[in-house]
């Protein structure tokens, strides 16, 4: 068994953040709860769901929770078991979407965090290296992407960052 501490991981689309934070969580060997992010609000999103669902196999519990997500880790980051969040970044756009403060949301998840006495595996995307979104919104989400991801890293004891599959620690605990 690892002794794991709460950790970030950041990285692109298919980088293999999700598959990296699987491991650090399976490899604990605490129990495993999967917190989604994400809603099924079609075909193509049913079918990435489900993909991740078929890679992490038997021995998930999955919690599904777009929105309130210091309510869903208060209830399932307790004693013996490790919580695997997969992303903020579906997150944050689901806060947005539904006309919620981010920044709000997010002090109030970096407070969480820093009182949590279980790991949580946090996933998230590195969307600022691409090209400038065309659009206000688009704009206005890459930058809160951004500042979510700084605040959290500077809470959270490890932050590693994956390119092609490989990680690279930024900040380690142990």
Known sequence: MTVL???LVLGGARSGKSAFAERLVADSGLARIYLATATAGDDEMRSRIAHHRQRR???WITVEEPLALVDALTREAIHGRAVLVDC???WLSNLMLAGRDPEVEARRFTRFLGVAQYPVVLVSNEVGLG?????PLGRSFRDAQGR?????AATVPNVVFIAAGLPLWLKRST
């Open 5 to 7: 501490a709460t950790t």
């Open 57 to 59: 196999g038997d021995g």
């Open 88 to 90: 903020l970044t579906l």
């Open 131 to 135: 090209l400038v979104p065309e659009t």
């Open 148 to 152: 979510l991801n700084q605040i959290v």
